[in-house]
């Protein structure tokens, strides 16, 4: 590297000669089981690869920094490569979760060797995974960190550790102030508390870790891959429409998978997928490999779908939030009185399931303890007599007062079963305060493709917040990264006198006429 730092690669080279070279910079091991389902997969269909250990990690030199020394590290190794007598000067990048992240960061400088890339569950903008909420992201950050240093342990064990996390992190959710977990990091140096007050997006911290710059260089064809319930589906479709927008190829597939799914119960359709894109812009084999742009999976009915954009043309429907907990097309009376809760931080409203990269605790799960809560209010449509398929996005607005204006409001929509069980689908938060804490606040929801049943029920959680995802809202107005002071906040949800309270649904199956327009179908 440019400052004298050896960084070690093994190579792989195919017996009967190579169709091109495919570079992963990896922070996850020259060796063991990552290694071999990934370049040693690749080199078996053809291709030679360069499995490189990201500095700090698999014997390579220097500190791991996390991913603020990897664009500089990877535009010093595309320069080792053009000096190697072995490499054919054609390059794909291919990389999943922090190698999607290298892979970007080579992206940002595109080197003329590079052809294409394949991008896996991963964010181009570290800020926005971090801060871009509103709310520090406290247990992705947390679990990252406690990851990442103890990298040495291997994939298997370091996925049992992902599982135990909840237990052994759990100081670091609930103790205030946020910056005491450093302490948890000190032997491995991961730097947590950088991280949590470096807020600003234009903190120097966050400099070479938001690339979206390679969106607006980049002009080799880019396959992404994704999963509806993992942590970055928002910004795969980003980048896939900024890309599309330029003109540049891109592909996107979305899958019925969590983080760690999409290369366990998803590996056969991402890696086939891979090996196609790959024979066609690097290799150079003839002929179209991909029917369309974007491939979604859409639950509940499924069946995988080729579109040629996100989102599809789709009819609104409107559902209006009920008195009583329920959810119509028919707005309620003006007379009608709001609905009610508090939400205490001391005691604040849990994260239950969602796109959250652990495993453990992410995906789709059930809501039906957190729907008990006090603090948690929700809102049933009618039991659906025709199936109804929601694709894109789905946008909430809540009329919305709170007694104090420190206030975080977390929305989700879920499909309750016949047998009563509440799935989560989409979710949707925003941090508040005195500008706007009060009157229709928008919530745009998380992307989604569902199908929901004959029989089953729409249902809108609204709470004030969702620990420890989010880290939670003092109440105060000041730092949680640096206070302790709690103070709890009254709400009203509004949904007849003094306003509507809303859902947006993009549909596309019609509502049939019919006198009973309170049944969604």
Known sequence: MRDGVELLADVYTPVAGSAGTVLIRTPYGRDGLVAQLTAGF????????????????????????????????????????????????????????YQGHAAWAVLADPPPEVVTAVIVNSAHDGHWATHGSGAFSLEEVVGLMDGLGHLDVGAVKGLARGVTAGRRL????????????????VRTGMPYADWLVASDPDDPLWRDMRLGQALD?????????????????????????????????????IGPWTHVQTLTKGAAVVMAEALDWLAEHLAGAPGRQRPGPFRIYVTGAEEWRHLDAWPPPAAERVLHLQPGGGLAETPPPSSAGPTTFTYDPARPTPAVGGRVINPAIGGRRDNRTLEARPDVVTFDSAPLTEPLEVLGEPVVEVVHETDNPWADL???????????????????????????AN?????????LAHRFAVGSRLR??????????YARNLGTGQDPATSTDLVPSARTVRHGEGGLSLVRLPCVSPLPPGPDRATVT
């Open 42 to 97: 690749f080199a078996a269909h053809g291709y030679q690869v360069v499995n490189q250990g990201c500095r700090g990690t698999s014997g390579s030199g220097g500190t791991l920094d996390p991913f603020r020394q990897e664009r500089a590290d990877g535009a010093d190794t595309v320069a080792w490569l053009r000096g190697q007598p072995w490499f054919g000067g054609r390059l794909a990048l291919w990389g999943a979760s």
């Open 170 to 185: 759990r100081p670091a959710f609930e103790e205030l102030p946020l910056v005491r977990a450093q302490e948890l990091f």
């Open 217 to 253: 260089r980049v002009t080799v064809p880019v396959l992404l891959q994704t999963g509806w319930q993992d942590r970055f589906p928002a910004q795969m479709i980003e980048a896939f429409g900024r890309l599309q927008q330029r003109g540049v190829e891109a592909g996107l597939t």
């Open 410 to 436: 977390f929305v989700r929509l879920c499909e309750v079963g016949r047998g009563g069980r509440s799935v989560n689908l989409s979710d949707g938060f925003v941090r508040l305060g005195p500008d706007d």
């Open 439 to 447: 009157g229709t606040v928008v919530l745009r929801l998380d992307a």
């Open 460 to 469: 809108l959680q609204v709470s004030g917040g969702a620990h420890p995802r």
